[in-house]
């Protein structure tokens, strides 16, 4: 399910409209074969040779990320929030307050 909620984050994050449609096609795609009733899932979507995305959570509400990971968080089917993120933040369930992590990080 798409809320809201996800497509604005998508486009605050992504500031190409034909990627921003790309990854909500791949996010949509993903979530429908690996969310699950009951369970919390977070989704490795696309990845970028350098570092991307739109906003972080400044005090400001300025800044730049410097993920290279799309990710999303799935909870009990329905896509809640998608983030970029770095390869060197931890990423374990714990972290990402999720039950499974879906997809591969290749660390450096």
Known sequence: MITAHILERISQRVTDNHVANMILATAVDKAAR?????TDVAIIVGRTATPNGTLT????GTGESNGTLF???????????????????????AALRVDKIIGRVSRV
């Open 57 to 60: 959570y400044c005090a400001d």
């Open 71 to 93: 990710v999303i968080i799935v909870r009990d089917t329905r896509i809640v929030t998608a983030m970029w993120r770095r390869e060197a933040q931890p990423w374990t369930t």
């Open 34 to 38: 690996y969310g699950m009733r009951g």
